[in-house]
T-cell receptor, first 114, second 115 residues
Framework: KNQVEQSPQSLIILEGKNCTLQ??????????LRWYKQDTGRGPVSLTI?????NTKSNGRYTATLDADTKQSSLHITASQLSDSASYIC?????????????FGDGTTLTVKP | NAGVTQTPKFRILKIGQSMTLQCTQD?????MYWYRQDPGMGLKLIYY???????DKGEVPNGYNVSRSTTEDFPLRLELAAPSQTSVYFC??????????????FGEGSRLTVL
């Protein structure tokens, strides 16, 4: 069964600090992995996509990594800001799958305190 | 572009009532989806559509129905509302399903309470 597990479930950090969120998956065969940011009361918004051949990708202060061998991804946030407080969702898609078959993690809730 | 627009944003229903959540997108996306998100939980797929006239069940379709008569619109119908359907509902769309086209664009959500 395809699964996506995220850790930690929640995280509290001080403004300006760095943090790393983890995503482990069993989806196979792997096509791509996306990280989404969901602000409270809003819909998720894509931050970045990782495909099989990519190891790392940055989007401003967000850096995603992918280890396709161990089936792990991480999202590193540098110099956190209050606006980074949100839920971060890892979504993995398999190859040769129908349109509905994205597997969602439960998300990591990040709280950045001043 | 407005993106994905959902209405209503909030609704309270009594047990047994029915209602339709509206979703429209102006990005000419082929694929549209309905998800529900319970507190502290991940998004669960209810129904999806790969184009006008084509719909298919997701993980949790019971108690819901959909239709896709146009590319733009994908309404979700709740029949005989039950307390277990209390949730936040998100509509999403994507142009395709490949890495280049599979980014999901979400609406702002519709918060439904069934009492």
């Amino acid at each position: 069964k395809n699964q996506v597990e995220q850790s930690p479930q929640s995280l509290i950090i001080l403004e300006g600090k760095n943090c790393t969120l983890q995503c482990n998956y069993t989806v196979s065969p792997f096509s791509n992995l996306r990280w989404y940011k969901q602000d409270t009361g809003r819909g998720p918004v894509s931050l970045t996509i990782m495909t099989f051949s990519e190891n790392t990708k940055s989007n401003g202060r967000y850096t995603a990594t992918l280890d396709a061998d161990t089936k792990q991804s991480s999202l590193h946030i540098t110099a956190s800001q209050l606006s980074d407080s949100a839920s971060y969702i890892c979504v993995v898609r398999a190859l040769r799958t129908n349109a509905g078959k994205s597997t969602f993690g439960d998300g990591t809730t990040l709280t950045v305190k001043p | 572009n407005a993106g994905v627009t959902q209405t209503p944003k909030f609704r309270i229903l009594k047990i047994g009532q029915s209602m339709t959540l509206q979703c429209t997108q102006d990005m000419n996306h082929n694929y549209m989806y309905w998800y529900r998100q319970d507190p502290g939980m991940g998004l669960k797929l209810i129904y999806y559509s790969v184009g006008a006239g084509i719909t298919d069940k997701g993980e949790v379709p019971n108690g819901y129905n959909v239709s896709r008569s146009t590319t733009e619109d994908f309404p979700l119908r709740l029949e005989l509302a039950a307390p277990s359907q209390t949730s936040v509902y998100f509509c999403a769309s994507s142009y395709g399903v490949s890495p280049n086209t599979g980014e999901l664009f979400f609406g702002e959500g519709s918060r439904l309470t069934v009492l």
